[in-house]
């Protein structure tokens, strides 16, 4: 499958503790996305990569969480202390510069925090 | 970004055609019209883009009329698996389309 992939797929952690995400995008791509959803709503913008700049954050992303890409490939998504509101689907998406309006979705992350 | 508006949800029948009509009275001159379908606990997928007039596709047809306020996607034919949220997105595309802009989309209910 060369797909967008995520990791892990489930996430149940303790409110204080920090988690860690994984997106391996389509190797092509060198725009890479990170959106978070809620029940009920579409996704958010959280961030976004081209190579491995981050050229955007939403205001959505508060100190608590960073993303990085270190060598433009995979990237993670962290949040640190974890509050009961982080509870979510985050989604990676990646694309071609070109052709962004068309991105390709992971299946996503599911974050409950306790 | 031009905001869009949908509505909420819509119920068909199999085999019917099903056509969805956003709404997006602020569309500037180099908005591109997208749309995306989810699944439920899946990431949303491409469905189709266009600027102007008609484009289609082997899954849908995307109609948009002269001054561009409003875009309708069409499904022919659909299948119980049709059932998803429709989500229509426009944004840019000089700059790249950086970020894709969701609303709560068009939940469609395909019965038999």
């Known amino acids: 499958d060369t797909g967008v992939s995520q990791d892990p797929r489930h996430k149940i952690t303790k409110r204080g503790q920090n988690v860690t995400f994984r997106c391996d995008p389509i190797?092509?791509?060198?725009?890479l996305y990170w959106y978070r959803q809620t029940l009920g709503q579409g996704p958010e913008f959280l961030t976004y990569?081209?190579?491995?700049?981050?050229?955007?954050k939403s205001r959505l992303l508060s100190d608590r969480f960073s993303a990085e890409r270190p060598k433009g490939s995979f990237s993670t998504l962290e949040i640190q202390r974890t509050e009961q509101g982080d509870s979510a689907m985050y989604l990676c998406?990646?694309?071609?510069?070109?052709?962004?309006?068309?991105?390709?979705f992971g299946p996503g992350t599911r974050l409950t925090v306790t | 970004l031009a905001k869009t508006t949908q509505p909420i949800s819509m119920d068909s029948y199999e085999g019917q055609e099903v056509n969805i009509t956003c709404s997006h009275n602020n569309i500037a001159t180099n908005d591109y019209i997208t749309w995306y379908q989810q699944f439920p606990s899946q990431g949303p997928r491409f469905i189709i883009q266009g600027y102007k007039t008609k484009v289609t596709n082997e899954v849908a047809s995307l109609f948009i009329p002269a001054d561009r306020k409003s875009s309708t996607l069409s499904l022919p034919r659909v299948s119980l698996s049709d059932t998803a949220v429709y989500y229509c997105l426009v944004g840019d595309m000089d700059t790249g389309f950086q970020k894709l802009v969701f609303g709560t989309g068009t939940r469609l209910l395909v019965s038999p």
């Open positions: 998406a990646s694309s071609l510069v070109e052709g962004a309006g068309e991105q390709y």
């Open positions: 190797s092509e791509h060198n725009r």
């Open positions: 990569f081209q190579n491995e700049a981050q050229l955007e």
